[in-house]
């Protein structure tokens, strides 16, 4: 039994030791052993998921009201060029999230999920309820 609890130490330092920089958590230690959050913490993958699927419709949903401010006039100008970069850069996130999460790299899908969800609020604020 000692032999089985000295090979989980030993994986586990040697998971810690793959952490060059800043593992704050286990799910961090354990990737770097395994090289997939997806095989240690499947809740992780199915919270970025969910994450990326309500930033897909948060981001669907700014459109509408993008193409609605446009078509009442009330969004034009520098703001209207200010809100479609924001928008593409947003997208472009999405986008790659979509292929961290091929993979199953929840963190990394997390990461562009909250750099689109910041752009999208940006958005929010700039553009102006159609009447």
Known sequence: ??????????????????????????????????GSVATVAPATTATAEQGLTVAHLALNTVAVDILAATK??????????????????????????????VVANATGVMDKVNAADALIAQIHTLVPSAP
Not at 75 to 101: C, N
């Open 72 to 101: 009442a006039g009330v969004l034009h100008g520098p703001t209207a060029t200010t809100v479609k970069t924001y928008y593409d850069t947003a997208d472009d996130a999405l986008k790659a999230a979509d292929q961290l999460d």
């Open 1 to 34: 039994m000692k032999i089985y609890r000295f090979a989980a130490a030993t994986v586990l330092v040697l998971g810690l030791a793959g952490c060059t920089s800043g593992c704050t958590n286990l799910s961090a230690a354990f990737s770097a052993l395994t």
